[in-house]
Structure formats: structure tokens, C-alpha cells
């Protein structure tokens, strides 16, 4: 079976979305929608992906950028079995009706609230949970983060407790409107949102988040502090875990890779799509157990961490793997992430 795709909504997470469901030999990309013309409007016509009007956007500006149009999204929706929405936060919701009017089934993003769904995904962690249904929410950046850690850990040692500090980044590369770009903000919503979204993937899990914002665009820093019930055998043991996981890389203290910097810096080397590193980033060097606690740094990118998620939820909505292995495994080896 081939899976038809539509992406509504062409921003940063609906462009990735797009090329990797490109990427699936069991997905068709069919269409993709846009409210207006813009460089990354020009680069999906470039590509050679249908482009669609969303949100009731008028096509003349669009026709006077010399940009085709397939039709609208209305249109796009008769053509697919199912659409990944990544409008913006919120908006997903109202897109939610189309959908429905349209008996289409629908993936939405973090960005609005776990209601939007019959269920919040997340490969690693529940990956059955999403067989069958009709409409998924793949959990944000940092959720994701959180819940393939949690994955690795609750499967294996039961925990007592989890404090997680979200370092956040200001903005996305391309927000030129956002800021702060001089100051720390604490989120004054205490705890933060973060800890009750991980609880819709793990319900029993007791965490606990705050959060910070930092001047900076790429990427989120994750400080964790996890209390055990039963901890591992000792710090190897909790360091391989997570390095015979996939979506995990872990660095080393000889790579000179002191934080952000450097890891976007090697993911522009290695050269994924859109230079992107979609996988949990822990360091060698900074996990370490005492006693039943264990700390541990990771990384995330806030732009990409979400794209293979998007994959394996189609898959798992339209049962094209066994298993949440299989499916992962197809995805990563499709979109470049070296496996464990
Ligand atoms: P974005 O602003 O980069 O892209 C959204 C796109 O949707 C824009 O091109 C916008 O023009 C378009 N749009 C506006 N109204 C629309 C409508 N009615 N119908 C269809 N498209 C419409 O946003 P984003 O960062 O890609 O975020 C999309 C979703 O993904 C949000 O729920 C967000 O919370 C979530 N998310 C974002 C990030 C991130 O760091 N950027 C990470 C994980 C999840």
C-alpha cells in the first residue's frame, strides 16, 4: 500500500515534513498547502511538489510570483488519505474541520493542545498506541526530547521522580520578529507546561519542568535529574541505553563538542537534509550516576527532532511496519540517521 500525503501548513516543521515523506517508498507526497508566495513557496514548486492554497488565501499573488497552483487545499484533500498538518500553533485546530468534512485522517503538531487527537505520539514510547487511528498529535520538541529519554529509561529501571530544566531557544533561525536577543526569561508558569505533556505519553511518570529562554536559535539544552526507584548497575550501563537506542547520539569528550555550537556545526558536516540533527543529543561527559540519581544534558533541535515522529505516526496510523523497530528503522535509514 502507498500512503497518499498532503502537508498543510509549509513552515519550518510542514518543509521537512514534506521531503521526508518524499523519501518513503510506502508514501506519496501528493500536494503541499500554503497560505502565500514566499522563497520556501518558490522551493517546493522547485522540487517538483504540488502546491496548493490554505487557509483561503487568494491565488492571485501567487500567479504575479509566477508560482503554479495545483488548486486549494479543499481540492488537495480529495486527492489524499491523510493530511500532516503544521500550520501554526493553534490553527491546526480550526484546520481540524476540513479534515473531517473532508473524512480524511489527520496528524497534528505540538503546537496545540493533546485534545486536537485521539492520541499523543511518540515513536519509541508508544508507537502502538497511534494503530488505526484517525488522528494523531506528534508531541512538540521538547516533549519529544523528554519522552524518547523517558522511553529509554522507564523501560528499564523504574523511576521515582524527574526534574527537567528546558534551556529554550529564543527563536527559530528564520524568526527575525522574535526575541529576546540580549537576556534570560524564566517562564514564570511554574511548573511548565512541559512536564504535563510528557504525561500524555506517560502518564505515570512523576516529572516535573521548568524553563528558561535564552538568546540563541538553534536548539533547546535539556538539564536533567532523575531519582530511581532501582537505578542501574552504574554509569555504563546507563550510557549504553542510550547508545544502543536509535535517535540517540551521544558524544565524546575527544570531539571537542562543548554545546550547541558544535553539534550544529557537525550536523552541517554530516550534511542530513536541511543540515538538520534530528536525534536526542547526550554527551559522554555529562551524564552521570550517583547513587539512585542520575544527571544528564541533552540537546535538541528544535526544528527537526519532530520530522521522523511525522513519518513513523503515518506509518503507524496505516499499520505499515509491525513494530515501532521496523518502522523506525525504515525511517532513519531513509532519511540518513546513522542507526545504534
Ligand atoms: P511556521 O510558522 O514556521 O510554519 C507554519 C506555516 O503555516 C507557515 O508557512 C504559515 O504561513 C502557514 N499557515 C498559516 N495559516 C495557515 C492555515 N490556516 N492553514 C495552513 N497553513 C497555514 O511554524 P512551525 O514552527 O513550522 O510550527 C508548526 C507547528 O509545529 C506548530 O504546532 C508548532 O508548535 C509545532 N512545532 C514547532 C517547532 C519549532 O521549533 N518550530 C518544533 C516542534 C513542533
Known amino acids: 500500500m502507498t500512503v497518499r500525503v498532503a502537508v498543510n501548513g509549509y513552515g519550518t516543521i510542514g518543509k521537512r515534513v514534506a521531503d521526508a ?35 483561503g ?3 492571485e499573488p501567487f500567479e504575479a510570483a509566477g508560482l503554479p497552483i495545483a488548486g486549494r487545499v479543499e481540492d488537495l484533500l480529495r486527492e489524499v488519505d491523510i493530511v500532516v498538518d503544521a500550520s501554526p500553533e493553534k490553527v491546526g485546530r480550526e484546520n481540524g474541520k476540513l479534515y473531517r468534512d473532508a473524512g480524511v485522517r489527520a496528524i497534528f503538531q505540538g503546537g496545540e493542545k493533546a485534545d486536537v487527537a ?14 488505526g487511528k484517525k488522528t494523531v498529535r506528534v508531541v512538540s520538541c521538547n516533549t519529544t526530547g523528554l519522552s524518547r529519554a ?4 522507564t523501560s528499564r529501571w ?4 524527574w526534574e527537567a530544566t528546558i534551556v529554550r531557544r529564543a527563536a527559530d533561525p528564520a524568526e527575525s520578529n522574535r526575541g529576546p536577543i540580549n537576556g534570560i526569561l524564566p517562564t514564570f508558569h511554574l511548573p511548565s507546561h512541559h512536564g504535563p505533556d510528557v504525561q500524555t505519553i506517560f502518564p505515570q511518570l512523576e516529572i516535573a519542568t521548568t524553563a528558561v529562554v535564552v538568546p540563541t536559535t538553534l536548539m533547546h539544552v535539556h538539564v536533567n535529574h532523575v531519582r530511581f526507584a532501582t537505578p542501574p548497575k552504574d554509569g555504563t550501563e546507563l550510557l549504553e541505553a542510550f547508545r544502543r537506542t536509535p535517535r540517540f547520539h551521544i558524544f565524546t569528550p575527544w570531539e571537542g563538542v562543548d554545546g ?5 556545526e557537525f550536523a552541517r558536516d554530516r550534511g542530513l537534509g536541511h543540515q538538520d ?30 520530522v521522523p515522529e511525522n513519518v513513523d505516526a503515518i506509518r503507524a496510523m496505516f499499520d505499515l511496519a509491525p513494530d515501532a523497530a521496523h518502522s523506525i528503522a525504515i525511517t532513519d535509514r531513509t532519511l540518513g540517521i546513522p542507526s545504534p
Open 21 to 55: 515523506v518524499a523519501h518513503q517508498s510506502d508514501m506519496k507526497l501528493v500536494g503541499v498547502a500554503k497560505t502565500r508566495p514566499s522563497f520556501e513557496a518558490h522551493n517546493a514548486v522547485a522540487k517538483g511538489y504540488p502546491l496548493y492554497l490554505a487557509g
Open 57 to 59: 488565501a487568494p491565488k
Open 118 to 131: 485521539e492520541v499523543s505520539f511518540n515513536a519509541l514510547a508508544n508507537y502502538a498506541a497511534a494503530k
Open 150 to 153: 523517558a522511553a529509554v529509561l
Open 158 to 161: 523504574p523511576i521515582e521522580e
Open 260 to 264: 550547541t555550537p558544535q553539534v550544529m
Open 277 to 306: 540533527m534530528m536525534e536526542n543529543v547526550l554527551w559522554e561527559n555529562g551524564i552521570r550516576l550517583s547513587g539512585r540519581s542520575a544527571y544528564f544534558f541533552q540537546a535538541i533541535h528544535q526544528e527537526s527532532i519532530v
